[in-house]
């Protein structure tokens, strides 16, 4: 039996980074600046890093981090699914302290991404507490 954890996409920067770009571009890149999906081009060069693209209309460059929680960070793609993984996997929570010894990452880097997977989970429109046209009970207590 093998860990879940042993797939290419949680092991290696790229794995993960063709994976993020296959379920968030199924059919292609598209400008998280203009919106445009026809004129995109790889940027080729050996000084910049490997998954930049440019638009051909606005003529600004992206990842396809832009936009989501990945965006602006320093830490590996594939560290962040790992993280994912076992915040979502675990029965109680997990708290940043754990992140961080189990990914081998700094107690402010396991807070920081734990802080941006939670924010990312969050119901961006909750609804009335209840649901619609239910009655919530609440008693009194006094400590």
Known sequence: ???????????????????????????????????????IYKVKSKKVRKGVRKCGECRKQFTVTVGTLFERSHVPLNVWFQAAYLLCASKKGMSAHQLHRILGVTYKTAWFMCHRLREGMREFSPGPVGGDNKVVEVDETYV
Request: proline content about 10%.
């Open 1 to 39: 039996m093998t860990s879940i954890l042993n797939n290419p996409i949680f092991q290696d920067a790229e794995a993960a980074r063709e994976h993020l770009e296959s379920l968030r571009w199924p059919d292609g890149p598209v400008c998280p600046h203009c919106g445009n999906y026809g004129k």
